[in-house]
């Protein structure tokens, strides 16, 4: 992509629209008739096809300015309105990726920072937004792999949020685009920064095991599957980094997107037990004769070289579930949530579904949208406001129908017990 101002896209201080010489060109206003990209993998997104709206702000050519839109009320702030060129990113997969890619170096990520980063949306505005994000960040079907595109554009996403409130309307899409990338989501929002982190996203080859069945991309990884770097930070100055923790937070205040981003977690918890061995261990692990001797040498565990990793994994999904449950609280104390009743009852709405694990050991690496696409084996029991109460139901009977050893259940039952009391009254997120 170029960087001339003919591919900037419109941004609150009048700047130019939407450009793009290899989008297609300028299709103008009739884009804004056209349906948005349909993306097969996510069952909600096919329950809930919307046309690209034909009522907007006309504008006639690229390097036309796109004004503020002055509100209502003289208190409130002026809103944004989005420009047709970017309006019709939102029916064009290839067009959408190409304006919000940030490149292998981060360079471009202001593209999506002028997209998305408005503290008000006119109209329609904000939904129309979250299609282009999922046209520029999902899978193109059920089963595919993400590409490295769709995994740097999440990231730039994810950075063009930050710091930042979403406008009421786009949190949704923002949610669903994390679930999507549930395995990377879960993976770095505890730790922040990743230093050895090289860019916005890693390739398949680049997440592959290592002789010792060992990746940092995470267990049960999908063969071919671009993998984003949320904690990549090298070069970016503090506007631009990823505080994925707290987008996650500020999603949480809206009942839709927290329903999706609950249900993702309790997906891929079921996901990731049914998939450990025996000993609640990490199958791919493999012990070789270099660190075994190194353990010893040093006084490490050698036996344990197939748990550690297992346990960081399960106690980093009930962070991310502690943490939403953490922010609903919140939320309802400082009066962000007005009605926490009503909250509530959309949430439910959304989701009052189980996820158990299968009774045997499954074998298959599905990319990360089929992990949160999974279909609910079960009603909800319990308070689904009860984190600790739901992920345990489900461990409890995957112990039990896997015949895990009581020592080790025990501790790995410990260990996400103390990740969930944490979670929930430190504020770690």
Known sequence: MGNGDDDHIGHDHAGPAVGDADSGADQGDAALSAPPFAVGRRAWLRSRR????????????LAVAVPLTVADSADAAPCWSVP?????????????????DPLNDASNLQRAHQLLAHDRVCGDGAEVLGRIVTAATS??????????????????????????????????AVARMLAEYVVDVTRDAPDGHDRDATGPAESAEGAALDDTGFTSYGRFLAPHEAHTTF????????????????????????????AILYDAERAYFAHYLERLTGRAGDPAARLTAKRKAENEKFGGDWRAYDTDWP???????????????????????????????????????????????????????????????????????????????????VYDAWVRDRGIPAQRAATLRQLMDDHYVRGLWLARF
């Open 311 to 393: 346990d960081n994994d399960l106690e980093d999904i009930t962070d991310v579930i502690a943490a939403l449950m953490q922010a609903r609280t919140r939320y309802a104390k400082n009066g962000t949530i007005e009605d926490l009743t009503a909250f509530d009852k959309t949430v439910r709405a959304h989701t009052d579904s189980a996820y158990r694990p299968a009774a045997n050991r499954v074998t298959t690496r599905p990319p990360m949208g089929d992990i949160a696409e999974r279909p609910p084996s079960a009603r909800i029991r319990g308070d689904l406001f009860d984190g600790r109460q739901q992920l345990f139901t």
């Open 231 to 258: 904690g990549f930070s090298e070069g970016l100055d503090s506007a631009h980094d990823v505080s994925l923790a707290g987008v996650i937070t500020e999603l949480a205040k809206d009942p839709e997107a927290f």
């Open 50 to 61: 919307l046309l690209v709206s034909a009522v907007a702000t006309a504008v006639v050519a």
């Open 139 to 172: 899978a193109t079907a059920s089963g595919s792999p993400h590409t490295m595109a769709q995994a740097r554009s999440a990231f730039a996403v994810a950075s063009a949020l930050s710091h930042r409130e979403i406008p009421t309307g786009l949190a949704p």
């Open 84 to 100: 047709a060129n970017a309006r019709a990113l939102a029916g064009d997969p290839a067009a959408a990726r190409k304006a919000l």
